[in-house]
């Protein structure tokens, strides 16, 4: 089934540590995008790439990495900068015709 | 301002009858609009978008747009209890030589039997 698969679904971050954040497409999208969700919030945009081994900071980047290595894959690492982690993280992917944007199911980050 | 704004409800509707949720927005450069249902706990989904003035009808779906008064609505009909979840509006806006989705906090809405 073509989709959108972010992994784990739940995440437990360490204070002072770096995690990655999994997100592939089987899509053949060029378009990638990370939102966070905080409760009772909608979206903010943190990093999108347009293009395999091009990427751009979103409103939110400050705290976060990302890489483009292949068009099917889009990880995002949450490094220790980033003081205030614990939200619901979307992987979305965007095809090159209209701008409908379809999320994978999240992965929910917790700071213990 | 914000770009996109929600009323967050909770808005409380009466199985069967209509549920209708507001959007505006404050940038007159926006070209798409979009509705995003989304369950708790769960990821949004894409329900309905429109990028031409006017009404767009999807089964029990309409969305209406109005750019002179950057003012997008959706309107539910016969609203069952499953539609019970909170609906997320969504701009698109140019960002550094491409687009980006803006979107606003959502409206909690609940279907009462």
């Known amino acids: 089934d073509g989709g959108i698969t972010q992994s784990p679904k739940y995440l437990f971050r360490k204070e002072g540590q770096n995690v990655t954040l999994s997100c592939e497409q089987n899509?053949?999208?060029?378009?990638m995008y990370w939102y966070r969700q905080d409760p009772g919030q909608g979206l903010r945009l943190i990093y999108y790439?347009?293009?395999?081994?091009?990427?751009q900071k979103g409103d939110i980047a400050e705290g976060y990495s990302v890489s483009r290595e292949k068009k099917e894959s889009f990880p995002l690492t949450v490094t220790s900068a980033q003081k205030n982690p614990t939200a619901f993280y979307l992987c979305?992917?965007?095809?090159?015709?209209?701008?409908?944007?379809?999320f994978g199911q999240g992965t929910r980050l917790t700071v213990v | 301002q914000k770009e996109v704004e929600q009323n967050s409800g909770p808005l409380s509707v009466p199985e069967g009858a209509i549920a209708s949720l507001n959007c505006t927005y404050s940038?007159?450069?926006?070209?798409?609009f979009f509705w995003y249902r989304q369950y708790s706990g769960k990821s949004p989904e894409l329900i309905m978008f429109?990028?031409?003035?006017g009404d767009k009808e999807d089964g029990r779906f309409t969305a209406q747009l109005n750019k002179a008064s950057q003012y997008v609505s959706l309107l539910i009909r016969d609203s069952q209890p499953s539609d019970s979840a909170t609906y997320l509006c969504?701009?698109?806006?140019?960002?550094?030589?491409?687009?980006?989705?803006?979107f606003g906090q959502g409206t909690r809405l609940t279907i009462n039997p």
């Open positions: 979305a992917s965007q095809s090159g015709e209209g701008f409908q944007v379809g």
């Open positions: 899509l053949n999208h060029d378009a």
């Open positions: 790439s347009q293009i395999v081994n091009d990427f």
């Open positions: 940038d007159r450069g926006s070209q798409s």
């Open positions: 429109i990028y031409s003035n």
């Open positions: 969504a701009v698109s806006l140019p960002f550094q030589g491409a687009q980006k989705l803006v």
